[in-house]
């Protein structure tokens, strides 16, 4: 036999009609594809909306009196008679620009940098060499010879 079965926890109920079961076991799962949505029922959309809104009572935020999944089913089965007009689509960004790795960038500057060093090169290969050898014959002059044996102690001088 059939068990007819009415939501009292929200007030989607005045919206919707009850729901009819088969069976007194699917008491459980409502079988939706027995419910109509009365046509506009008296519903303005100033109401409507407030039902489709959260609200902040005593403090706390509370869920909207219609789910957002209830309110999609009422707007589709409502079709035209949907009171509530549609968001408009947001303004579509200007593309990104193609991200381009750092080294790319770089690349140019690096090879102006390189050509111009190059173009320098003889004259830094010269100083280098110059400062090389100035570096070799100062190190020359201070250079004390180390012998790889200890070196005997002159005996002092008796009679001085």
Request: charged share 25%.
């Amino acid at each position: 036999h059939t068990h007819t079965h009415t939501h009292h926890t929200t007030q989607a109920a005045s919206l919707l009609r009850t729901h009819s079961f088969t069976h007194w076991a699917s008491v459980g799962r409502c079988h939706h594809h027995h419910t109509h949505i009365m046509a506009a029922s008296g519903v303005q959309a100033s109401k409507l909306l407030q039902q489709l809104k959260p609200t902040f009572v005593n403090g706390h935020w509370r869920g909207p009196a219609i789910n957002g999944r209830m309110a999609a089913r009422l707007k589709k089965e409502m079709g035209d008679a949907w009171p509530i007009p549609e968001k408009p689509l947001r303004a579509e960004l200007p593309p990104r620009p193609v991200k381009v790795k750092r080294h790319i960038i770089a690349a140019e500057a690096r090879k102006k940098a390189i050509t111009e060093n190059m173009a320098k090169m003889p004259s830094m290969i010269e100083q280098f060499r110059k400062d090389r050898q100035a570096a070799r014959e100062a190190k020359q002059k201070t250079r004390t010879i180390i012998p790889p044996f200890p070196m005997p102690v002159p005996p002092e001088k008796k009679g001085k």
